[in-house]
């Protein structure tokens, strides 16, 4: 039996049934390795990794309890909140999430998100800047970009077409 | 009680043995269940010691042994699991069971044990063992493999269709004549159906009802529980064996979950204590006569298992890897082979059946571990 899981460019997930035991995820890389987790009743959680060889055959099985579950969901975890944001704007018809990278030589380098002056001129929200794997959530407006960052922006499409070519070029 | 100091030192004993044995099969990685019936080949009558002042206490222990064996294996499944094995196994199931229940049932008669007791043989080769297989599974790390699914889907269908067999098995041994059969074993169904259609309705109710937070309440209540319906199965000839799975399989969620962990202990001391028993009640004199037939019906109902896995395994599109190590799972009788047995001694089968069961089992239990980790090389 397969469900089609939430991700969106990642392999197609297989739910699986163990009678009597829980219920296992898997599935196969682009190296064609399967890779899965087992949940079992217990609350235990097995992660999994299949040979590229025999990818009937594990290879590794490392069991984990819930709090090692959730250090290994945080250091996975980036992908996890695109793939839910692209997620939501899949869902809302009209609204775009986008992330707009600001390379060295940008407009908006070394400005304050004021001085850019977005929202007016596009409509377009700054909901957060991504800088060296931190997060700034709702920056202010006297907010400095620097080169390197990536800004999380909210608009319509046609808004965040706008907002990027300010960005890079003023 | 006739003497409180040599029954407890009877019963201790007997105990320590077991604790020895199953440390053993812990160093070696095997199965427990050949050395308890090991152990109890050598106590008992024409054994090595016997037991006197203890062996009424064993008996009814072994009695416990069985309840608590049925009733950990309805428990391990829900309603929804049972349904969606039946579907996705049917036909595998299905060949399962006539490639591996006629080699026994046509060696009871070759042996002249008798119909009915032979109708318990094929009992005795059909059923793999689900605890073998699922300490294999965790032992071998097994668990996340492609063809993992597929073994615990064929546990599941045999563990049903014991439960439809025994009720059936159990009133033709009743019946006897054919009207008397005619009468006992749709009777025996009926009362199968009927819990089961009160499990599936009540089912949650009455988990909900059976919990409690604390665990001594937990264990007492669904043992009490358990233990009225085997007796009331029992009355009305159904096997308390089945009357405990049928609890089993009604009880699910958090009721389910906690009798689980509180039984684990209980039930393997009076599992670990049936097996002793029914090495008792086995005859070692009798084991070199059957030993041949025993043999040949081992290499047989092997090949039948391996046979089913590559058949199965093709049919769900797993590699001939996959399926070889499905085959070895599966390869394994244990535990419920010797309750088919049991069951078949105590509706007044001969005393062979004993010794080819014990003998089986002791051949079964021991090459499947050992097939499993020479096909993972």
Same mark, same amino acid.
């Given at each position: 039996m397969t469900v089609q899981s939430r991700e969106f460019e990642i392999a197609e997930i297989e739910k699986t049934e163990l009678p009597g035991h829980g219920v296992r995820y898997d599935f196969i890389t682009a190296e064609n390795q399967r890779i899965g987790v087992i949940h079992s009743r217990t609350g235990r959680r097995d992660l999994f990794v299949c040979p590229p060889e025999d990818p009937d055959l594990?290879?590794?099985?490392?069991?984990?309890?819930?709090?090692?579950?959730?250090?290994?969901?945080?250091m996975l975890g980036g992908s996890q909140v695109v793939a839910d944001m692209n997620h939501l704007q899949q869902q809302v018809e009209g609204l775009a999430i986008d992330w707009l990278p600001v390379l060295d030589d940008a407009h908006a380098a070394n400005h304050t998100i004021g001085d850019l002056r977005l929202r007016t001129r596009t409509g377009v929200s700054i909901v957060a800047a991504l800088r060296d794997g931190t997060a700034f959530p709702a920056p202010d407006p006297s907010f400095r970009i620097e080169p390197g960052d990536t800004l999380v922006v909210v608009g319509t499409p046609e808004g965040i077409e706008t907002a990027s070519e300010i960005i890079t070029s003023g | 009680m006739g003497d409180p100091g040599l029954l407890f030192l009877e019963l201790g004993g007997v105990i320590v043995l077991l604790a020895v044995v199953a440390r053993l099969a812990v160093r070696f990685s095997l199965s427990p269940i050949p050395?308890?019936?090991? !152990?109890?080949?050598?106590?008992?009558?024409?054994? @090595?010691?016997? $037991?006197?002042?203890?062996?009424?206490f064993v008996e009814i222990g072994a009695g416990l042994g069985v309840i608590l064996l049925l009733l950990m294996m309805g428990l391990e499944y829900t309603a929804s699991e049972l349904v969606q094995s039946l579907k996705t196994t049917a036909s595998s199931g299905i060949v399962d069971f006539v490639i591996n229940y006629t080699p026994g049932f046509v060696a009871g008669l070759i042996l002249g044990l008798g119909v009915i007791p032979s109708l318990f043989l094929g009992g005795v080769t059909y059923i793999s063992s689900s605890g073998?297989?699922?300490?294999?599974?965790?032992?071998? +790390?097994?668990?996340?493999? &492609?063809?993992? /699914?597929?073994?615990?889907?064929?546990l599941v269908f045999e563990d049903?269709?014991?439960?439809?067999?025994? /009720? @059936? $098995?159990?009133?033709?041994?009743?019946?006897?004549?054919?009207?008397?059969i005619l009468v006992s074993v749709p009777l025996a169904l009926v009362v199968v159906a009927l819990i089961l259609l009160a499990a599936h309705r009540h089912?949650?109710?009455?988990? +909900?009802?059976?919990?409690?937070?604390?665990? +001594?309440?937990? $264990? $007492?209540?669904?043992?009490? @529980?358990?233990?009225?319906?085997?007796?009331?199965?029992?009355?009305?000839?159904?096997?308390?064996?089945?009357?405990?799975?049928?609890?089993? @399989?009604?009880?699910?969620?958090?009721?389910?979950?906690?009798? %689980?962990?509180?039984?684990? /202990?209980? &039930?393997?001391?009076?599992?670990g204590v049936f097996f002793v028993f029914f090495g008792l009640q086995t005859d070692p004199g009798e084991l070199p006569g059957v030993a041949l037939p025993v043999l040949a019906l081992a290499v047989v109902t092997g090949f039948t298992k391996l046979f089913l896995a590559s058949w199965a395994g093709k049919r769900q599109g797993?590699?001939? %890897?996959?399926? %070889? &190590?499905?085959? !070895?799972?599966?390869?394994?009788?244990?535990?419920?082979s010797i309750v088919m047995a049991g069951l078949g001694i105590a509706a007044g089968a001969p005393p062979e059946l004993a010794a080819v069961a014990a003998g089986y089992v002791l051949i079964m239990a021991t090459a499947g571990p050992i097939a499993a980790r020479l096909v993972k090389g």
């Open positions: 594990v290879a590794i099985t490392i069991h984990l309890n819930e709090e090692e579950a959730h250090n290994l969901i945080d | 050395l308890y019936l090991i !152990a109890g080949l050598t106590l008992g009558e024409g054994g @090595i010691v016997e $037991l006197v002042t203890s062996e009424g073998v297989a699922a300490k294999l599974l965790s032992d071998l +790390e097994w668990m996340g493999n &492609r063809e993992t /699914p597929m073994v615990l889907s064929l049903l269709a014991m439960a439809v067999v025994l /009720p @059936i $098995l159990g009133g033709i041994a009743l019946g006897g004549a054919l009207s008397g089912g949650e109710r009455l988990s +909900e009802l059976a919990f409690s937070s604390s665990d +001594e309440v937990n $264990l $007492l209540t669904v043992l009490g @529980i358990t233990l009225v319906v085997s007796g009331l199965t029992e009355r009305l000839h159904v096997s308390a064996a089945v009357g405990a799975f049928l609890v089993g @399989i009604s009880l699910s969620g958090q009721a389910a979950h906690r009798a %689980r962990e509180l039984l684990t /202990p209980l &039930r393997d001391l009076f599992a797993l590699s001939a %890897r996959g399926s %070889r &190590r499905a085959g !070895a799972l599966l390869l394994a009788r244990g535990e419920f």
